[in-house]
């Protein structure tokens, strides 16, 4: 079809305003003039299209009067002379109200060249696309935010992992040179404290016995007498064996820090017990029979117990983890509390929490408590370990840990294990 572009002026439809209503009416957009009062003198095609959907804004939803012509958005409008705002269209016929399409609606006041309102225009144009476009780049933005920080928790614990690893191999190491040394102080003190003994009986024999000698010899015992004065012997007598039976208890708790150290280093290859299918929930049971007496002045213990599979694991290293947890979270608890002690299982894992409504954990430490020797106990009275080598024994069994904790309102440690292990370890 050929269009001329040559207008015959002879005809009155190609008058100007005609000519301009035609155009305004071929446009894709919605146009309408309104009265001042908001009474429309002229729509487009496009908007009469448009006045037949529902038209929805914020909470409001109806037909375009109620919605875009209402009193308070011409007031509005007569106010600031402008206006831009978006708009849902729905369906009249689409029951569930679901926009099909959104405009963009610029509304102006018409000045008569005085300043006075001679009229209100609107035009509303259809931005689906572009608002879709812009639906789902936010969409993809909020993926890429989650998955931003999924991989952050990944990599700290990767970091956390490879830390505790390189700690770990550390830890084995120092243990290693250490056990030596202390296994032969350790016996040599025994086999001290039995000579000293036998020292002792031989020199009180031989004052018994001289003590039945003639008294003009006896005198003769003065040098005896002076050095006994002068390294005060009686006092040496009752301390010595005092002495050596500190030094063992020492040397014993030594030992037991350097057992730790290689529990916390053992890479789940070594005879410390027996992979077995197990009730974790007996494990819990059993270890709450051992520190039930500790806890009981402390804290309300609660027992949420989902049902359990049995799971593939070391019951007896896990007991010690449940052991640490639980004792940490009687010390945590100042005066009375509370500990709950949860089981839930999944497809492939099972996680048992310990929560108690204690002092909480500093932000500032939290990254610290899994380190060997980190503790905020009195010295003495906490090595430190306790977290470290749940840690690895967890880590042993495929598993993780996890702390949340809000100071002065508690903490909570989930530990994950998976139901069964890699056929390496399990065969
Ligand atoms: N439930 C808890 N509430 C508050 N702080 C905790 C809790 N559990 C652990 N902590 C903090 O983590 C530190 C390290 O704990 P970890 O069990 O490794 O060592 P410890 O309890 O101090 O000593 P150990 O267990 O060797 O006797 C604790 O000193 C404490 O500061
Ligand atoms: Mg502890």
Redesign the pocket.
């Known amino acids: 079809m050929s269009v001329s572009n040559e207008i015959d002026k002879s005809k009155a439809l190609w008058s100007p305003e005609s000519l301009s209503l035609a155009a305004l009416d071929a446009l894709q957009d919605g146009v309408w003039v309104c009265e001042p009062d908001g009474a429309p003198l002229y729509r487009n095609s496009v908007a009469k299209a448009m006045e037949a959907r529902v038209w929805s804004r914020a909470r409001l939803v109806g037909s375009i009067e109620e919605v875009v012509f209402n009193d308070d958005n011409l007031n509005q409008l007569r106010e600031c002379g402008r206006q831009s705002s978006e708009y849902m269209l729905g369906s009249l016929d689409d029951a569930t109200g679901e926009a099909v399409a959104v405009v963009a609606l610029e509304m102006q006041v018409l000045s008569d060249g005085t300043g006075n309102c001679a009229g209100l225009s609107f035009h509303a144009r259809d931005v689906s696309r572009e608002w879709r476009r812009e639906q789902t780049l936010q969409d993809r933005n909020i993926e890429l935010v989650e998955a931003y920080s999924r991989l952050k928790q990944t990599q700290t614990q990767l970091l956390q992992a490879e830390k505790m690893a390189s700690i770990g191999q550390l830890a084995a190491g120092v243990a290693h040179e250490i056990n030596n040394p202390i296994g032969y102080v350790h016996s040599n003190l025994g086999t001290l404290t039995t000579y000293v003994r036998g020292v002792f009986s031989m020199i009180d024999t031989y004052e018994r016995l001289w003590l039945a000698l003639p008294a003009e010899l006896q005198s003769l015992s003065a040098p005896v007498e002076l050095i006994k004065q002068q390294i005060d012997y009686d006092f040496l007598v009752q301390d010595l064996p005092h002495l050596l039976g500190e030094s063992r208890e020492g040397i014993e708790r030594v030992k037991k820090i350097v057992l730790d150290l290689r529990d916390f280093s053992r890479d789940g290859r070594d005879d410390s017990g027996e992979w077995a299918l197990a009730d974790v929930r007996r494990c819990i049971e059993s270890t709450l029979n051992i520190v039930r007496s500790e806890l009981k002045y402390k804290a309300e213990i609660v027992l949420s117990f989902a049902e359990l599979p049995l799971i593939e694991c070391i019951p007896s290293q896990l007991n010690q983890v449940f052991l640490?947890l639980l004792?940490?979270?009687g010390?945590?608890i100042k005066e009375h509390g509370q500990i709950a002690i949860r089981t839930s299982a999944g497809s492939s894992e099972i996680c048992v929490s310990v929560a108690?409504d204690?002092?909480?954990?500093p932000k500032e430490?939290l990254a610290r408590?899994f380190d060997p020797f980190?503790?905020?106990?009195p010295v003495g009275s906490?090595?430190?370990?306790?977290?470290?080598l749940s840690y690895g024994i967890v880590n042993k069994h495929h598993g993780r840990i996890e702390v949340s904790?809000e100071p002065g309102l508690g903490?909570t440690?989930s530990v994950f294990l998976p139901l069964r292990q890699p056929a390496s370890i399990a065969a």
């Open positions: 640490n004792i940490n979270a010390h945590a108690d204690g002092v909480g954990i430490n408590i980190f503790t905020t106990k906490g090595t430190g370990l306790g977290l470290a904790s903490t440690f």
